[in-house]
């Protein structure tokens, strides 16, 4: 018989029905506050890749909760809806159990790569770490060397640097003892030559072959060396265990250009060696950072050291100089004593000089214009012409001293080119036939016949050029020509700096004078144009000069822009004297700039001036009276006087002119001139000033026309000159020829 009953269960078994009823309940709470917490870190989680994997977990621990939950409900009768509720909560919770079961297959290498990398980010922290305690080293390090390059290059003293760097390298890095090896003169060894604490003697040398010392040379770093090697014995012999030696090179400056006290002049590189030692008996190793501050010093010392190198070379350079300039600035102001002291000289001797020729030339002249035998007018001309040469060679003198001094200028003016050839050649003539020697003048067709220049120039050259020619021609000729050459022919390779350049307001006047004489070794050609130079091959007691001439016609050729030069074959064979120089075409040229033009009438020299009231000063009595004896000789009314004070007393409104000599000592004449100035006070009415000065310096004219002197004439003075002077005089108010 079938019934719808159970069998009634032992009470045994109701407890663990009990038991499994109770476990259900908490095992269903427990599962459904898992996906709470889940929902939480999901929520506040904000860089966790899998959330889908906790919300597929979640949604699994739901399912097996509500299972254990369900299962309450059939511990008991239940009915079909139960269990059908059950086996879908059951197959749902399958499902998902398996579907989370194998997505965690391919989520844990995932998560086995995150844990590898977390252990990768470890040991890059690791590394970090130890790269920061490295750069802190360093830093500690670069501070160390800041402080050792500060102490080091406080001072630029050689032997403080290398004793300072001992010193500070021992206290920052606690050495026992550190010394510094410096190479010999000979290069051949190390002398021992710092040391920290002289425990051993300075002095003493190793040779530079030693293999460990070649170990340290060939490399810039730190090396360890045995303490037992001859240059790490710095210590006396003991029972202790020695520490760790370092030794390191330092380069040296290379020396080619300096000579730095008792160091060898170098030409290769060289070093010098320093050795480090730590405390004997500890356990102390030498560290990398240590090495680096070791190497970078050394490097620091080669640096102040080529730097102290250098400044004491400068500082001797500076010594030399000093001393050099000293000598120069003493030789300057010799030289500038001696200058003015030649310049006082001459100066005294020109005015001494010119005084006396200024009456041999005047009265001379004067007793040319009376009636005298052939025979006292050929002793007069011999007079003249002897004193125009002494004349001569004092204007020589004085001019070289204006050459050498640059303090010469060229009188620039209008003259007749041909008339002074053949004034030369007359000149020439009378001295030439004495030696019967044939003289003559060649002048092309296209050379101007009047040019601007310095006429007295040029006849100076020429005359001393012609003049050479006729001394040292015993027979034969001389033979004179002039062209106006062309640039292009005028270009001598022997005179590079010479380049004539052409223009439509200048032309190029090519001298040359040959003769037949004895010529000239070529090789002596060139000292011909040197100050107090002669041919000493012909030189004989009869020639006589100076040996001034072709000096100074050399500097006045330059000055006109010009060259001058000798050509000879041969003692024998006689020679040739080529002179251009550079002269001004008339009505091209602004004439009216053109200084010391000849303005005067053509009968000037006819001129007398009967009546005519002048004044006279000079304190010397002789030259007074030679003065006075020209101006009488033109028909002047003359009155004299010795000083400036007398001059102003006795000067009137009727007196037309004033000679005065500028050279009176004790006076001043400018102070004269201006005194005159004030006295009258209309231009009209005051006398024309003259001075006479034998002073050919500029300084003397330029004051003389600064302080408003009408005109400047240098003595010596004949009768001619002083015509001349008195015509310009009356017809210009003024002496347009000095």
Partial sequence: MDCNCFDPQLPADELLMKYQYISDFFIAVAYFSIPVELVYFVQKSAVFPYRWVLVQ??????????????????????????????????????????ATALMLVHIIPDLLSVKTRELFL?????????????????????RYVRMLTHEIRSTLDRHTILKTTLIEL???????????????????????SYTLHHQNPVGFTVPIQLPVINQVFITNRAVKISPNSPIARLRPAGKYMPGEVVAVRVPLLHLSNFQINDWPELSTKRYALMVLMLPSDSARKWHVHELELVEVVADQVAVALSHAAILEESMRARDLLMEQNVALDLARREAETAVRARNDFLAVMNHEMRTPMHAIIALSSLLQESKLTPEQRLMLETILKSSNLLATIINDVLDLSRLDDGSLQLDVGTFNLHALFREVLNLIKPIASVKKLFVTLSLSSDLPEVAIGDEKRLMQILLNVVGNAVKFSKEGSVSISAVAAKSHSLIDPRAPEFFPVQSENHFYLRIQVKDTGSGINPLDIPKLFSK?????????????????????????????EGHIWIESEGLG???????????????RLNESKLPFMNMLPANHMQMTFQGLKVLVMDDNGFSRMVTKSLLVHLGCDVTTVGSGDECLRVLSPE??????????????????????????????????????????????????????????????????KMRSVLSELLEHGAVLQS
């Avoid at 979640?58 to 239940?78: D, E, K």
């Fill in 57 to 98: 977990f979640g949604a699994f621990i739901v399912l097996c909760g509500a299972t254990h939950l369900i299962n309450l409900w059939t511990s008991t009768a239940h009915t079909k809806t139960v269990a059908l509720v059950m086996t879908i909560s059951k197959v749902f919770t399958a499902v998902v159990s398996c």
């Fill in 122 to 142: 470890k040991n890059k922290a690791a590394e970090l770490d130890r790269e920061m305690g490295l750069i802190r080293t360093q830093e500690e390090t670069g």
């Fill in 170 to 192: 021992g206290k920052a890095l606690a050495l026992e003892e550190c010394a510094l090896w410096m190479p010999t003169r000979t290069g051949l060894e190390l002398q021992l």
């Fill in 532 to 560: 107090f130079a002669q041919n000493q091959a012909l030189v004989t007691k009869n020639s006589g000069g100076t040996g001034l001439g072709l000096a100074i016609c050399k500097r006045f050729v330059n000055l006109m």
């Fill in 573 to 587: 064979k006689g020679s040739t004297a080529i002179v251009v120089v550079k002269l001004g075409i008339p009505g």
């Fill in 655 to 720: 007196h037309k002119a004033v000679f005065m000599d500028v050279s009176i000592p004790g006076i001043s004449c400018y102070d004269v001139a201006v005194s005159i100035h004030e006295k009258f006070g209309i231009h009209h009415e005051r006398p024309l000033i003259v001075a006479l000065t034998g002073s050919t310096d500029r300084m003397t004219k330029e004051n003389c026309m600064r302080v408003g002197m009408d005109g400047v004439i240098l003595k010596p003075v004949s009768v001619d």
